[in-house]
Every structure is written in C-alpha cells, then in structure tokens.
C-alpha cells in the first residue's frame, strides 16, 4: 500500500472520529478533522488540519474519557463548512456545541451527536453515556454513569437536536421501538428474566443507539437493544438494526439478530437503498458480510471477510471495501470476486502492555475513504500515541 502521508499534532494521541463520516471538509478544501489528547494532563480537544497538515486552530477541551481513545470528540463538519459539532460534556453529563469557525462563537445543547447529518439539521443520536453505563469501553456494568436510568425507556431513545433555536426533543423512544418491535414477546421474557436475576430496575440494558446517514441524508439506521454486553449479567448480545426517513416515518426492521445472526457495524451503502454489515453464523461462528434493503428485503452475503471489522464501501466504486481487524490488518476485498487483494499491518497497540476496553493503549483503525475514493485515512500508532495515515486506495483487478 502506499502510504501518502501521515497526520498527527506533535507529542499528542490523535484519532478521527469513526469510520461512518470522512473527516475531510465536504467543500474540497483539503482540510481535515481530528482530536488530538495530552496522555499527560488526560485532556483532548479538536483539531482544524490544514492541506498541508499544520494545524489551523484548536478548541474544546476537556477530559480525555474512555470514549476519547475510540471516537475522539465526535467531530464533524456541517454540510457548508461553516460549523464543526463536538462533544463538550461528559458520559454522564453529555452536551453538544456547534462551533462557527469565522467567528468562533459556540452553541451549546444538552445531548449527544453522533456525527451530523451530511446535509445540515437536525442531527439524530443516542446518548454515548448509555452504551458505556452498560459494559462498553470499561467492561464493566456502572448504570450510574448513564445519563437517563435504564428503566425511563419513555425518557430515552432516538434525540432530535436543532441549533436555531436551540432545542432538543426525544422522536423515539425504547419503549415506542418496543411497542412495535416483531420479537418483542421474546425480549419482554427476557427482560423479566434478566431483572429477577441481577436484581436491578431494567433488565435488558435496551437502547437506541449508533445512528448512521445514508449518502443522501434521507434515511437513517440505528442500533436497537445492545451488542456490548458483560458477561456477569447473563445477558444476551442483541443487535436489531432499524430504518426510517429523517422525519422518523416509515420505520421498518432490516437486520434481526435471530433471522440473520449476530454481527455489528452496520452503515449505509453507497447507493443510499441498503446497508451492509457484519454477521456471525449462529450454527458455525463464522463471520461474512452482508447486504441488505434499508426495509429488510434481499438480505445476502456479498463477501467472506472473516473477522467482522469496520467495513466502508468506496463511494466511486462500491466493488472495493476496505475493513480493518483486531490483529493490527487493514484489508482491502474485490466484492466483484469476493476475495482480499490487498492487504498491510498497521499497529493498533502502544509498546508497553495493552489494557482491555477503551484506552490510550489500543485504537481501531476506522479505516474511512475520501469523498471521491481515492484515498483511504485510519488510525495507527507510531510507539506510544496514535496517529492518522492516508493511503492511496489499492486498484483492483479488471
């Protein structure tokens, strides 16, 4: 692979922020987003990168929490270029801030925004803080950190965030998702089950989480129930992907744990009409991935990677997907021919001892193409900070 050039604040651990959002300024600007952390003072803060990669300005910080090391503050673009939205709170306490970069002058909303829409207000999201209270990032069930109890699942849910005024308003909540969900006789039992069991108010930690765009900005797909669960509590990993325009109509189920086996990371295809996806072969435990219509039609596998990594599909030639893995591999796959074609070691761990959950210690590659597809940007490590390379995108074979 080539490698074209590699992007860091000096003496900083820097990461993008998920693979489902390029960091790269939608007007063709050449500049990027980061977040960068001082490992010393346990602070991050965004990062504007210029072509050249110098650094253009900095803004928001705070503490560097578990989420830092996986998805740095959230930060994305407006669709103009003329805000960046961040993450200004905390796990417990989440805020948003929409930055105006001309003038600097910030707004701030209480909530969470998992990367914003690709064409403008309002964005969508989850709250981070539930994911996290329930075993992800520090592999431990804390339900004090979650912003809302567990049990509220009419006060959580799918959030609507406008800037102009500010205004935040729950659309979904789990129990509405609940209420219409086709195995919801299942989980009901399950979420009896599981609060006789542990004792606790909720049962099953259900949520809605993971909110991704299509291309176009029409559709959204989220994560109902939760696939990051701990061991202790007996619960089971449940993934349910949901569909539905941007006004919330039109709710349809596409991706079933029980009908399609279990598997993450779910996004938008590049034509904005399916989703593909992880999945995991209840019978084998073998990992594929698949593709699907946004209302659940047509589920298929499209290739046999094998480890159900971060996944992108190249917008300019969808034929080419590239996926990372836990062994430190970033690998490119032809779907044409359902075989890998490229394929290089990029480190994913510090050089000291790696510590299990969401840490300085170890990154995700993320690995995300540029608007046009020509090249590939992830995260990797040089030593003990984290760092931002660009590739260029592998030609396959005609």
């Known amino acids: 692979m080539k490698i074209l050039r590699e992007i860091q604040v000096p003496g900083l651990w820097c990461v993008h922020s ?23 003072t346990h602070t991050g803060k965004v990062f504007v990168i210029g072509p050249d990669g110098s650094v253009m300005e900095s803004f928001g910080e705070k503490e560097a929490e578990s989420n830092f090391y996986h998805t740095g503050l959230w930060q994305s673009w407006s669709a103009d270029c003329r805000y960046v939205y961040y993450e200004s709170g905390t796990l417990r306490e989440p805020w948003i801030t929409r930055r105006e970069l001309a003038t600097g002058k910030e707004i701030r909303i209480e909530g969470d925004a998992e990367g914003t829409p690709p064409h403008g207000e309002p964005a969508v999201s989850g709250l981070l803080g539930m994911l996290y209270a329930a075993g992800y990032g520090y592999l431990r069930y804390q339900p004090e950190i979650a912003p809302i109890p567990f049990e509220e699942r009419d006060s959580h849910g799918l959030f609507e965030y406008t800037f102009d005024p500010p205004k935040r308003k729950l659309r979904l909540s789990v129990n509405e998702v609940l209420a219409i969900h086709p195995e919801q006789e299942y989980l009901r039992k399950e979420d009896k089950r599981l609060a006789a069991l542990n004792r606790t108010p909720a049962g099953l930690t259900l949520m809605c989480y993971c909110v991704r765009w299509s291309p176009d900005g029409k559709r959204l797909l989220f994560h109902f129930g939760n696939h990051c669960v701990v061991k202790e509590r007996q619960e089971p990993r449940l993934v349910y992907i949901f569909t539905c325009k941007r006004d919330f109509t039109d709710l349809h189920l596409a991706v079933s744990w029980k009908q399609n086996g279990n598997g993450a990371y779910w996004s938008w295809h590049p034509d904005g009409e399916h989703l593909t996806g992880n999945v995991i072969d209840p019978a084998t435990g073998v990992h594929s991935v698949a593709m699907v219509r946004y209302d659940g039609q047509d589920f298929h596998k499209i290739c046999d990677a094998p480890e159900g990594g971060h996944l992108s599909l190249c917008p300019a030639d969808p034929m080419i997907l590239v996926t990372d893995n836990t062994d430190g591999m970033v690998d490119f796959w032809d779907l044409r021919k359902n075989r890998m ?21 170890r990154c995700c590659h993320h690995p995300v193409f540029t608007h046009g597809g020509r090249h590939v940007l992830f995260n990797a ?17 005609r």
């Open 381 to 397: 490590f040089d030593g003990d900070l984290c760092r931002l390379i660009e590739i260029e995108t592998p030609e396959r074979e």
């Open 18 to 40: 998920y693979f489902i959002r390029s960091p790269y300024a939608p007007d063709g600007s050449g500049r990027l987003l980061l977040a960068g952390a001082d490992l010393n």
């Open 341 to 361: 074609y490229a394929s290089e070691h990029f480190p994913n761990t510090w050089t000291g001892k790696v510590q299990g959950g969401r840490n300085r210690t």
